[in-house]
């Protein structure tokens, strides 16, 4: 057995861009997988106003990352692994999981935020499969913005945009961040 430059872990997902603010994220890669520890400052809610962007994110999503994602949830729907079968029914190939591509946009709201615990609450309608090459990747790319912010409540709406190949891929994607 050859010895591997990348690690397992995070071969798949691929962090491949990121850019915040307020608070600034390095670029991630799978030779260098992303830190789940916190941002060194925390977001400051009253340093928060509607409209503003918080963060961009684009994840690489192969098909290993569908093998992956398919043995963690339990999913082995053959779409997200038959070419032949995807197109069977009607699909252009194989597509991503939907709920996967939610947990990317909920990952990039948990890391803006420094802490996952604080995402109180998070939902999104789908509106577009994501067709994943083989050989290859497609790009999802998730921005959030500051969509309203709760004083009283300690906490702010990141409105997400999700979007692959330029199209939308979840709408009405929200995510409500407790900041103590």
Not at 17 to 38: I, K, L, M, N, Y
């Amino acid at each position: 057995m050859s010895e591997s430059t990348t690690d397992e872990s995070t071969r798949g997902l691929e962090v491949v861009a990121a850019e915040a603010q307020p608070t600034a994220d390095a670029s991630v890669t799978a030779d260098a997988p992303a830190s789940r520890e916190a941002p060194a400052t925390r977001p400051v809610l009253t340093d928060l106003e509607p409209g503003q962007q918080l963060f961009i994110r684009t994840y690489a999503v192969d098909r290993d990352l569908l093998v992956r994602y398919a043995g963690a949830s339990g999913d082995f729907n053959p779409i997200h692994y038959n070419d032949r079968f995807a197109r069977e029914v009607g699909l252009p190939g194989v597509i991503a999981h939907g709920m996967a591509t939610m947990g990317l946009a909920g990952s990039a709201v948990a890391d803006w935020a420094g802490d996952p615990g604080a995402v109180m609450d998070y939902g999104v309608r789908f509106t577009r499969p994501i067709e994943v090459p083989d050989p290859g990747h497609v790009e999802v790319e998730v921005t959030g913005t500051v969509g309203a912010v709760d004083l009283a409540a300690s906490s702010v709406r990141v409105d997400l945009k999700v979007t692959s190949g330029g199209a939308s891929v979840l709408a009405k994607a929200q995510a409500v961040v407790r900041l103590d």
